[in-house]
């Protein structure tokens, strides 16, 4: 009997003995068969295939938000910051003050000297091009003013 000729079969481990002797006699060796082991082994978690993290506007136009709200969610800049809102170390904006929510496209005349400015926005230097960028703004809502005279000076 020639030992290339042979193919390995795969098993799957069930307590019917006569599975595993039958499939060793059609072999025709005593001891030697091949058994496909389990893509995950105990105690291994799945296979890791990465999160989705759920980017982009989380308050939109015009909601009231409170101090510390969470607007968006983004890689890099794609919404910038506007009046009363801050930046996250993730590039993450959310708001400073209580108020509404306004998002804005507002037209961008950069400073050309600048390094940063000249690296991304080289190509439309020249050209007539304007460029936009958004802005997200917090508006406060003003206080009633319901006060009155008491003295006047």
């Known amino acids: ?13 069930t307590n019917n003995s006569s599975t595993l002797f039958s499939a060793t006699k059609l072999a ?4 030697v068969v091949c058994c496909r082991e389990k ?20 308050t939109p136009d015009s909601t009231f938000v409170t101090s510390g709200t969470s607007l968006v969610s983004q ?7 506007g ?9 993450t904006l959310f708001a400073l003050e209580h ?12 400073n050309w000297s600048h390094s940063f400015i000249k690296r991304f926005y080289g190509q439309f230097k020249d050209s007539q091009v304007p460029i936009y960028k958004n802005y997200l703004h917090v508006i406060p809502i003003p206080m009633p003013n319901k006060f009155k005279l008491v003295e006047q000076y």
């Open 75 to 81: 890689r890099g800049l794609v919404y910038f910051p």
């Open 39 to 58: 893509s995950t082994k105990p105690g291994r978690l799945k296979p890791h295939r990465g999160h989705y993290r759920y980017r982009g506007i989380k």
């Open 28 to 31: 025709g060796l005593s001891g």
């Open 99 to 110: 108020g509404r929510v306004f998002v804005t496209t507002e037209k961008v005349c950069p």
């Open 1 to 13: 009997m020639i030992l290339k000729s042979l193919k390995p079969f795969y098993l799957s481990f």
């Open 83 to 91: 009046l009363n809102v801050g930046v996250g170390r993730d590039f």
